[in-house]
């Protein structure tokens, strides 16, 4: 599986996480507002965890799980939040989307911009066929970020998921190659192919 590029948009550099982000990454991602409704960061975050969830991104990209990406606003060189595509199912040509914006970035539109670029590279360079996203039910404003990138809600998923032994219900949204205009794909990219 290929090294975890560095993807620019407008505002945004897309790229791999570094040793120093986990500082930043343990603040934002550890905030209330943000494990509140994600499944898998905890509250509080230490600068531990933060660490050994970085040292996992390559051996999950290795394996050909997952593409993880710091997003940074350019022109603060400021580390905001994190976009990624996880799951990656060759055989089935789909990904999962996840994203989180550093509650200072929040109402910015980065959530969007990262996004849109993150979709766009799992289409073109990973020759997905489906990306799919999640969002607790009373996560709205995740909901309009996904409508934002052309996701398509496809329905709620009751009490799909337990946080802090509450069961929530989860949203489930997506969109294909052909929603955003690409030719389907008849095989596999070869680093997919299976022995």
């Known amino acids: 599986m290929a090294a975890t590029p560095t993807i620019r948009t407008a505002r945004l550099s897309l790229r791999p996480f570094t040793r120093a982000d986990a500082g930043v990454v343990a603040e934002f991602a550890g905030a209330i507002e943000i494990a509140d409704t994600t499944i898998s960061i905890p509250h509080p975050y230490s600068l531990q965890a933060a660490l050994d969830w970085i040292a996992s991104h390559r051996r999950a990209r290795e394996r050909g799980r997952s593409f993880r990406f710091a997003v940074t606003e350019v022109e603060l060189a400021q580390l905001v939040g994190c976009v990624e595509l996880r799951g990656l199912d060759p055989e089935h040509a789909q990904a999962e989307l996840g994203f989180w914006i550093g509650k200072p970035f929040w109402r910015r539109g980065y959530a969007a911009e990262a996004g849109s670029a993150v979709v766009r590279f799992g289409f073109e360079s ?16 995740s909901g309009r970020v996904l409508q934002k990138l052309g996701m398509q809600r496809e329905g709620i998923l009751r009490q799909r998921v337990r946080k802090w032994g509450r069961f929530e219900d989860v949203m489930a949204y997506s969109v294909l190659r052909s929603d955003v205009g690409l030719e389907p794909i008849a095989s596999p990219p070869a680093e997919y192919a299976q022995p």
């Open 126 to 141: 990973l020759a997905l066929n489906r990306i799919y996203a999640f969002h607790m039910a009373r996560n709205p404003a």
